[in-house]
């Protein structure tokens, strides 16, 4: 196919495709109107039509560029041959190259020319048909208001004419209270001679509604007493029937087994033997517990008046050699020889105190005196550099006072003993 007429064909794809995509405009029918609702009908709503749920994106390629333009010229062939009739002669005009499109332009001319004929007759049409609607709405209101004009006019005549029944009926009722004010006003002349009869027909009617009701209740007593009388009777009856001694024989054999031919089957005569037998052991254990029972309280109770009766004696023993104790120690403290051992042992245990405490004293002047003979020592070997034997051959020529003296701090003097004990 030539390239040289694709423009052209470009732009009327464009234009078709324009003419695609306008929306179809739906057309209003025409309803029955109805007496209740008066508003026109609403038009419908466009309804659009559905989305998919969800849009998977294409990768636009090379080969799908070129699938596209290809299908587009399909398109507009087709397109070309179902506008134009001599379709096989277009198509072979189109692929030998010839770009003379002037019976197309034309076709399509008459068929937009067409499309808007048929458009606009439409339009007139749907124009004239709501022009009539409107008409038949506006006769019908009319009648409407007729109608109800009609229905307020036998209303109107319907209430005149009940006016004038109850006219007629309040002149009727004005006429009965006239001859009634009239007829009381003659009654009123002869009133006591009308309330003297009253009186007198008011006291007959009650005389005979009291001999009547005297009557009726003459006659309730008798029939209450005729029942009372008859239940008496009837309870008397019952009970001499209840006092009198029915013999009912009894043939039954408390020796004989009911004859279920079961293991332990027995007659009643050997059940309440045996039970009899039963409730004597049980009475012979429980008084053979009940003796074991008051045996084991006596001996308990024995056993512990026994103990009871140790106790006692051994308080006495305690308390004769408490008396005992406190005698021989009243005597031994009363003799003088044991008194002055006493105190003698007590002079004596003072005495070796005194003594202990003396040499522990010592011991420690000893320990304070060695250590400073020592540090002195190793004074003097380091100035001199004498040997040891040297050394302690001249402690030894030391007064002992002078060591004291030097041990306790140099002056010479001795401390007490009591002082160095402590």
């Known amino acids: 196919v030539s390239c040289r007429w694709r423009p052209e064909i470009n732009h009327l794809m464009d234009q078709l495709s324009k003419k695609e995509r306008r929306a179809r405009t739906k057309l209003t029918q025409c309803q029955d109107f109805i007496l209740s609702k008066n508003k026109l009908?609403?038009?419908?709503?466009e309804e659009l039509s559905p989305l998919p749920d969800k849009f998977t994106p294409v990768r636009i390629t090379f080969i799908l560029t070129i699938f596209k333009h290809f299908l587009q010229q399909l398109s507009l062939t087709a397109r070309v041959c179902i506008l134009i009739p001599n379709r096989k002669q277009i198509i072979e005009e189109l692929v030998q190259g010839s770009t003379d499109l002037s019976p197309f332009l034309q076709r399509q001319k008459e068929l937009e020319e067409r499309e808007r004929q048929e458009k606009r007759q439409k339009e007139e049409r749907t124009r004239l048909e709501t022009q009539i609607t409107e008409q038949e709405i506006a006769l019908n209101r009319k009648r409407i208001a007729e109608?109800?004009?009609e229905a307020v006019q036998r209303k109107k005549e319907e209430t005149a004419r009940i006016m004038q029944r109850y006219a007629k009926k309040r002149l009727k009722e004005e006429k009965e209270v006239r001859h009634l004010v009239q007829q009381v006003m003659e009654d009123r002349i002869n009133l006591k001679v009308a309330q003297e009869r009253s009186k007198k027909i008011k006291q007959k009617i009650v005389k005979e509604v009291s001999e009547e009701n005297q009557e009726l209740l003459r006659q309730a007593l008798e029939e209450q007493e005729e029942e009372l009388r008859k239940r008496f009777q009837i309870v008397h009856e019952i009970r001499a029937i209840k006092s009198l001694h029915i013999v009912k024989p009894n043939n039954f054999n408390d020796t004989e087994t009911a004859g279920y031919e079961l293991l332990g089957e027995m007659s009643l005569a050997e059940l309440k033997e045996r039970l009899a037998l039963l409730r004597q052991n049980q009475q012979k254990e429980e008084e053979e517990r009940r003796s074991n029972i008051?045996?084991?309280k006596l001996k308990k109770q024995q056993q512990i008046l026994e103990t009871l009766d140790n106790i006692?004696?051994?308080?006495?023993?305690?308390?004769?050699?408490?008396a005992q104790q406190e005698l021989l120690k009243q005597v031994v403290a009363e003799d003088s020889t044991i008194v002055a051992l006493k105190k003698k042992l007590e002079d004596k245990k003072q005495e070796l105190h005194k003594v202990k405490e003396t040499e522990r004293?010592?011991?420690k002047l000893?320990?304070?005196?060695a250590s400073r003979a020592s540090i002195q020592v190793s004074f003097l070997q380091g100035s001199?550099?004498?040997?040891?034997?040297?050394?302690?051959?001249?402690l030894s020529f030391l007064p002992p006072e002078r060591v004291k003296g030097d041990n306790m701090g140099g002056t010479g003097a001795e401390?007490?003993?009591?002082r160095s004990g402590r």
């Open 361 to 363: 004293s010592r011991a």
């Open 41 to 45: 009908p609403t038009p419908p709503k």
């Open 294 to 296: 008051l045996q084991e």
């Open 312 to 322: 006692d004696l051994y308080r006495q023993l305690k308390e004769e050699r408490r």
């Open 384 to 394: 001199i550099s004498l040997p040891a034997s040297t050394s302690v051959v001249l």
């Open 366 to 369: 000893r320990q304070r005196f």
């Open 415 to 418: 401390l007490s003993p009591l």
């Open 147 to 149: 109608q109800k004009h």
